[in-house]
């Protein structure tokens, strides 16, 4: 046998070794819970046969305590890039199987690495998260050039300029937390992934703090809830199918083999004409994108609005849209974050935005008013003003004060507005422009009859002129069934669309 064939061999002898992890009884002990191994989950996310590793060979600093004594391959890290869908990303995952996934520096040092990267090669990144934190041995030397906020330095710089995901799939605590939180998207799987700063107080359970549901109802810090290892993985495949590589690229056009002049007949009857009935909004949605397929995000936050990912004739676009079942599909606190941010990534990364708008303004309240409706709903308003990317309104039913704002019309540079028979429009609802308008006639009346008199015919004036407001504040008005191919057509002209925005540093959001 040649020396060169020896060699091979021995080295790949120890690649063997260290694909094994912690050992193939710590594999069983992940497995035993529910979960897969870390490299099991990049096989998984990847195309087969894609992956190509960095740096398996390094190992942990030595600190002087008895930990060095150990094995720890790689630092208990695994990363390097691969493929999705034909497209290359870059992709770590922690290994629970050493040492419970817990992180020193060269751990943080191999993540950070390929952080710059994908960063300099515009190239998504996606992280597994699986780790009981910072090695407390390591803690003790750790050395200033390579902790979290290294990692969280490139996720900054990165922002806008890279997709950014991560995935929680068990133990994410302390900094690292931070700097998933830093993502543009964290996936999170039920009963096996917990996402927390600080340790929680005695007695705290984890609903109450840190447990995957809990961020997905309460915090909004889950973006998707995923069932499994297996489901979480797919569902980041799934989304990375709509976005592109990075700022300076459209998403991927890919054939759908839906006809993009199809009617839907069912949104006649989905839709009340009446304002004051409700519908579920998910039901008009699967009616006019792509083969009724969409990919929501922070489903069960905020509910009250609904942001997900679609494609129309194969063209991916971000979909925000008013969800009557909940507050009638008012804004509040809560949509009025959800809304930004999920703006701010759409016109980041070229993104057309369709809105299907059914709001009846922003919900009030002393507790919306007290929770900073002004300070977050001026944060909707401001993303939304600032978009340059195609924004397209449908009009459906309500369309009242604030909403004309964040569902945008014309004054926020809507490209196209376009509106339903079922539309009513204006800045303050008629109950309360009979209320403003009419005060003082209704304080002078001499009668309950006589107010009740003035209160009708007010009423009546008010409805015909936001009736008025529907048809000639669009562009047009069309039949609810023609809505897909409208909306296609936009896309169609939209697609060379140039605004530029002023010189500057950057805005000055009120977050």
Not at 67 to 93: C, F, H, L, T
Not at 139 to 146: E, I, L, Q, T
Not at 481 to 492: E, F, W
């Amino acid at each position: 046998m040649s020396m060169m064939r020896e060699k091979v061999e021995r080295v790949e002898a120890m690649k063997q070794r260290h694909k094994l992890g912690g050992g193939l009884e710590e594999i069983e002990r992940l497995h035993a819970k529910g979960k897969l191994s870390c490299r099991e989950r990049i096989d998984k996310l990847l195309d087969p046969g894609s992956f190509q590793e960095f740096e398996m060979f390094t190992g942990a600093y030595r600190t002087g305590f008895e930990i060095d004594n150990k094995s720890i391959p790689g630092d208990a890290e695994v990363g390097g890039y691969g493929e999705v869908n034909g497209r290359p990303i870059y992709v770590w995952a922690q290994d629970a199987s050493v040492l419970d996934g817990t992180m020193g520096e060269m751990h943080i040092g191999k993540i950070v690495r390929l952080m710059e990267k994908a960063l300099t090669e515009r190239v998504p990144i996606v992280g597994i998260h699986d780790s009981a934190g910072f090695r407390v041995e390591n803690a003790v030397v750790s050395f200033n050039f390579c902790n979290f906020g290294t990692m969280m330095r490139f996720q900054t710089l990165s922002s806008g300029v890279i997709p950014q995901i991560s995935l929680i799939m068990g133990p994410c605590i302390g900094g690292a937390a931070l700097s998933a939180a830093l993502s543009d998207f964290i996936f999170m799987v039920r009963d096996t992934s917990y996402m927390h700063v600080a340790s929680p107080p005695t007695g705290v359970t984890g609903e109450e703090y840190g447990e995957a549901r809990m961020h997905a109802r309460v915090s909004g810090g889950c973006d998707v809830l995923a069932q499994n290892d297996e489901d979480c993985i797919q569902k980041c495949r799934e989304l990375l199918a709509f976005l592109p590589q990075n700022n300076a690229e459209p998403p991927p056009v890919a054939a759908i083999g839906d006809d993009p002049d199809r009617i839907s007949e069912e949104l006649l009857d989905i839709v009340p004409a009446e304002g004051s009935k409700w519908f579920d909004m998910h039901d008009v949605i699967e009616r006019i994108v792509d083969n009724g397929y969409y990919f929501e995000l922070k489903k069960d936050y905020a509910p009250n609005l609904i942001t997900c990912f679609a494609s129309f004739d194969g063209q991916p676009v971000g979909i925000i849209a008013n969800n009557p079942t909940w507050r009638g599909g008012a804004e509040d606190t809560l949509s009025a974050d959800k809304h930004a941010r999920f703006t701010r990534f759409c016109d980041a990364f070229n993104m057309t935005l369709v809105y299907l708008a059914d709001c009846p303004a922003f919900y009030p309240s002393v507790e919306e008013e007290r929770m900073g409706i002004l300070r977050h709903g001026s944060a909707v308003i401001h993303a939304t003003g600032e978009a340059t990317v195609p924004k397209i309104s449908i009009y459906m039913r309500k369309v009242i004060g604030g909403a004309n704002l964040v569902m945008p019309s014309q004054v926020m540079k809507a490209d196209r507005v376009i509106g339903w028979p079922s539309l009513s429009r204006a800045v303050v609802g008629a109950a309360g422009t009979v209320a403003i308008s009419q005060k003082g006639q209704l304080d002078r009346a001499k009668t309950a009859e006589e107010a009740e008199e003035i209160k009708q015919k007010a009423l009546e004036s008010a409805k015909a002129a936001m009736d008025r407001a529907a048809v000639v504040g669009v562009d047009d008005t069309i039949d609810p069934r023609q809505t897909r191919p409208v909306i296609i057509r936009a896309l169609r002209c939209l697609a060379n669309k140039k605004m530029e925005r002023p010189a500057r540093k950057h805005d000055n959001m009120n977050l």
